[in-house]
């Protein structure tokens, strides 16, 4: 079994384990584990031209980043890991395991394994890992460089395999420490953004933005921004999405009425694709039994479930309702109903202060909507957004937020504004959802991350029903422009955006099946090619897959000079062992050359039959070489 091989696999071995440190996915890192042993399960490596092991490296490669990226999109955290460094690790670290499926008989084959591995360590490298993953990273490398040595430096004879060579192993050693130095200095630096991003998994989950089944603004303290995508818009504009509507207020806690009746809404089910005037909201992760709509949408559609709403409007789906597409013209689809009894309940003991407030603001005259947005014009104009709120464990956190600090982020708004609405006779509910304000750069559409969840309020009002009012400063929409985004960053999102545009709703998937079994097939065919001589025996083999006569008269003639080429060897190295041999040196030189260039013009360059025409004459001219310098020395 070729040894280079062996120590690749072993190499991929350690690297997979680091991946799986970084990325807390074992099962993602078993995937080139198993095809690392599943290939040296083949003793010999496949033998395979360049396209089909280009082509297979590269499919077998983008596959598992993209169950990375997925994976991710599905609330399963890679650790510390983005998903774009995760998919480029795993991806990376598949494509070299790929690589130690072949025998290493290409030019620079066994560079690109060692690179490949290099890419997938220091996409994965993090600060929070520390020196452990810096020092195993550097084992990993080097045992790759080490297969490299092997690769490249055979040894002439079996006595000199264990012959120590000094320099060789002094190299590996000096690009080992350096390695190690650019990991433990590096990588830390490279990495600060990414473990920015990361969310700790023993945080409370009130800590992150998005929706949930309750609010409380303690938990809300100091909350998290991810740029998590949530959903992505087209067709339109809108700028609010409702999800959850929360109307009961206990002990710092909005919670929703849990015992309202539901009721159907009356939904077009089509599989696509989206039509004129509509607009097009698009799940891609999150909870999914919310689903997320303006209040004034119309003629809703989907192609994945039914749809029910609360007295309150708000949608549910006992499905996994992926796509929803609507009209903001026309008649509404969701019913709303007028105020229930928790609309107008607030505490009694904050009732005091709240009052006080009102009269001090001049918003208890006029009608029961100008209330209400007295409220709203002082909370924008004298109130300050920010994320992170004092400490106040002697006081109650909106008390504090009203008569103290005067700052926090839009909970603390929306509940100040519901609350100071109901004390003025005027109901009330504070609603959960999106803002939608980020509009691709690369596309016609909108993204909506995890950090533009926000909290308002709607106000009722007799003629005019629900009404929308937001009390959150508008300095809070600079955490949400998108401008924090890398460019290259949403140059991706997108791509992803238009392959699931390309795969969507059935379309386009047979060509798609048809493009990925031509190309399945034609490195089946390649490698089978390249094998049907070990595994049908010889006689099964077609001639022209046979060596050729000129290399044939080649071996004979080396053969002559006890140099036999072994079963399997391949040409290069047997050109390195011809190089090595007790040949004359002129002689012994030009053989190896011209063993070296025929196999990068078979097996590798393959320019035409026509370009082998001129290096087999050599092969032939060099065995006529061969046999004469043979017979001189014997009639010497």
């Not at 009746?261 to 005037?277: E, I, N, W």
């Not at 107008?344 to 709240?354: C, G, I, K, N």
């Not at 956190?397 to 909970?411: I, T």
């Not at 939608?436 to 309020?457: C, K, Q, T």
Request: positive net charge; hydrophobic residues 45%.
């Amino acid at each position: 079994m070729n040894r280079a091989r062996i120590v690749d696999a072993v190499a991929i071995v350690v690297a997979a384990g680091l991946f799986a440190l970084a990325s807390r996915q074992p099962a993602l890192a078993a995937i080139p584990v198993v095809i690392a042993l599943a290939g040296l399960a083949l003793r010999e490596g496949a033998r395979a031209d360049a396209f089909a092991q280009i082509a297979t490296t590269l499919v077998a490669g983008a596959l598992p980043g993209y169950i990375a990226i997925n994976v991710i999109d599905r609330d399963v955290p890679l650790g510390v890991l983005d998903p774009l460094s995760g998919a480029v690790a795993l991806g990376a670290l598949t494509g070299a395991s790929v690589r130690t499926v072949f025998s290493l008989a290409l030019p620079q084959a066994g560079t690109v394994n060692s690179s490949l591995l290099f890419v997938a360590l220091t996409t994965a490298g993090q600060a929070r890992l520390g020196a452990p993953y810096a020092l195993l990273a550097s084992l990993a490398m080097l045992l790759s460089l080490s297969a490299r040595a092997i690769e490249r430096r055979p040894a002439s004879d079996p006595s000199a395999r264990f012959r120590p060579r000094l320099a060789p192993v002094a190299a590996i050693l000096a690009i080992s420490a350096a390695i190690t130095a650019l990991f433990g200095a590096l990588l830390p630096i490279a990495h600060r953004w990414s473990v920015r991003r990361m969310v700790s998994a023993y945080s409370r989950a009130q800590n992150i933005s998005g929706l949930g089944d309750r609010m409380s603004l303690q938990a809300m303290d100091g909350i998290l921004q991810s740029d998590a995508i949530v959903l992505r818009v087209r067709g339109g504009t809108t700028d609010y999405l409702r999800g959850v509507a929360f109307d009961r207020y206990r002990l710092n806690t909005w919670t929703y009425s849990r015992n309202a009746s539901r009721r159907r809404v009356a939904v077009t089910q089509r599989s696509g694709p989206m039509l004129a005037g509509e607009i097009e909201i698009l799940r891609v992760s999150g909870p999914s039994q919310w689903v997320l709509a303006p209040l004034e949408a119309g003629a809703l559609a989907s192609p994945d479930a039914e749809l029910e709403a609360l007295p309150s409007g708000v949608l549910r789906s006992s499905m996994d309702a992926k796509v929803l597409w609507f009209r903001r013209s026309g008649p509404r689809s969701i019913d709303v109903d007028p105020p229930g009894r928790y609309d107008t309940e607030y505490p009694r003991v904050l009732a005091p202060m709240l009052l006080n407030i009102a009269r001090e603001w001049g918003c208890l005259d006029g009608e029961p909507l100008e209330r209400a947005r007295c409220f709203e014009r002082r909370l924008r104009r004298e109130y300050r957004y920010s994320l992170s709120v004092p400490e106040t464990p002697d006081t109650e956190p909106l008390v504090a937020f009203l008569r103290s600090h005067k700052r926090g982020h839009c909970e603390y708004f929306a509940s100040a504004l519901a609350l100071l609405a109901r004390a003025a006779n005027v109901p009330a509910r504070v609603i959960a959802g999106y803002r939608v304000h980020e509009r691709s750069e690369w596309g016609d559409y909108y993204v909506v991350r995890e950090r533009d969840a926000h909290s308002w309020v709607e106000a009722y009002d007799a003629t005019r029903g629900w009404v929308r009012l937001d009390a959150t400063p508008p300095s809070a929409d600079e955490r949400g422009s998108g401008a924090a985004v890398a460019p290259w960053k949403t140059f991706i999102e997108s791509l992803r955006w238009r392959w699931a545009d390309f795969t969507s709703a059935g379309r386009s998937r047979a060509p798609l099946s048809i493009a990925a079994a031509l190309l399945a097939l034609g490195v089946g065919v390649s490698v089978l090619r390249r094998n049907a001589r070990a595994w049908f025996g010889r006689d099964r083999v077609e001639d022209r897959d046979g060596p050729p006569p000129s290399l044939v008269a080649l071996d004979r003639a080396l053969s002559s000079w006890s140099i036999a080429r072994e079963r399997g060897e391949s040409l290069e190295r047997f050109a390195t062992r011809v190089a090595e041999s007790a040949l004359p040196s002129a002689l012994a030189r030009d053989v190896a050359t011209a063993l070296r260039a025929y196999a990068r013009q078979r097996y590798g360059a393959s320019d035409g039959p026509d370009a082998l025409a001129p290096l087999e004459a050599r092969l032939v001219a060099l065995a006529r070489a061969l046999d004469d310098a043979r017979r001189a020395r014997s009639a010497s």
